[in-house]
């Protein structure tokens, strides 16, 4: 599978974002996706992972209660909802797919990424 992101740009703390991520190819539904970022000079961290239905996400706790993962299998396409964006967040976003159920919130948990897309938060 290949993997598309988009969505990123320049905003101001307290603004939202959406990001999203296209998958090309076929069976988008048996792959677990996840989002993950690094930031200059940092590790890759992770950000959010979300199950085949999208009936089970997780969340890195930098970030619960303000971005939200969701998936349209119809489309291929996962989301990464970003709300009340700090300049922490500044860093490039990409999502990774995982062929089975749950690819948790490891990078080895992974099997296909995206180039990634860069969210840059000013204060």
């Known amino acids: 599978v290949q993997l598309q992101a988009s969505g990123g740009g320049l905003v101001q703390a307290g603004d939202s974002l959406r990001l999203s991520c296209a998958a090309s190819?076929?069976?988008?539904?048996?792959?677990?996706m996840g989002w993950f970022r690094q930031a200059p000079g940092k590790e890759r961290e992770f950000v959010a992972a979300?199950?085949?239905?999208?009936?089970?996400?997780l969340y890195a706790d930098s970030v619960k209660g303000r971005f939200t993962i969701s998936r349209d299998n119809a489309k291929n396409t996962v989301y990464l909802r970003m709300n009340s964006l700090k300049p922490e967040d500044t860093a490039l976003y990409s999502c990774?797919?995982?062929?089975?159920?749950?690819?948790?919130?490891?990078?080895?948990?992974?099997?296909?990424w995206g180039q990634g897309t860069l969210v840059t938060v000013s204060s």
């Open positions: 979300i199950n085949l239905s999208g009936s089970s996400t």
């Open positions: 990774a797919a995982h062929w089975g159920t749950w690819g948790d919130n490891s990078p080895r948990g992974y099997d296909y």
């Open positions: 190819g076929r069976q988008f539904s048996s792959y677990a």
